[in-house]
């Protein structure tokens, strides 16, 4: 299990909700989560803010 799974796994509210917050574009849509789903997660969010998945990741590592 990657370090991204496991930070989205444990932390899932606040990282939706902190996400919301950085970016108002997101639609709780795009927040949809399933295990074993991190990369199309992460590209629903590039597609919506235009921010990188690097940049992303960091972001939710921040949290």
Not at 4 to 21: A, M, R
Not at 44 to 62: A, M, P, W, Y
Request: charge should be neutral; charged fraction near 35%; hydrophobic fraction near 30%.
């Amino acid at each position: 299990m990657s370090v991204l799974t496991e930070k989205l796994k444990g932390n899932w509210n606040v990282i939706k909700g902190k996400s919301k917050q950085e970016f108002a574009n997101i639609t709780d849509d795009d927040q949809t989560y399933e295990g074993g789903q991190e990369e199309e997660f992460l590209g629903r969010l590039q597609r919506k803010t235009g921010e990188s998945k690097v940049k992303l990741k960091s972001f939710i590592d921040n949290i």
